[in-house]
């Protein structure tokens, strides 16, 4: 089973020693103690886009694909901007 504990971290904060003491039950309804490394939010993302410009150019811009759009409903719905 997995679960996600949301917690607002320092920005200076390293991903690589960052961790978390949980005390769980497990099936028995025993205490254990769990440590668990810390894994940074997934950032929203944004497709780049190259558009012809007039004279054959390339003019890139940001513009969010149906999959953006998914990813990023699910990154607001875990840090619960939209659905407190």
Known sequence: MKAILVID???DYETKTAIAIVDVKNEKE???TAMCSLKP???KRETQVAWQGI???KV???EPSEYDKGWNDCVNFLEGEEYD
């Open 9 to 11: 971290v320092p920005d």
């Open 30 to 32: 025993e205490g254990v």
């Open 41 to 43: 939010m997934p950032l």
């Open 55 to 57: 004279g054959g150019m």
């Open 60 to 62: 890139p811009t940001h």
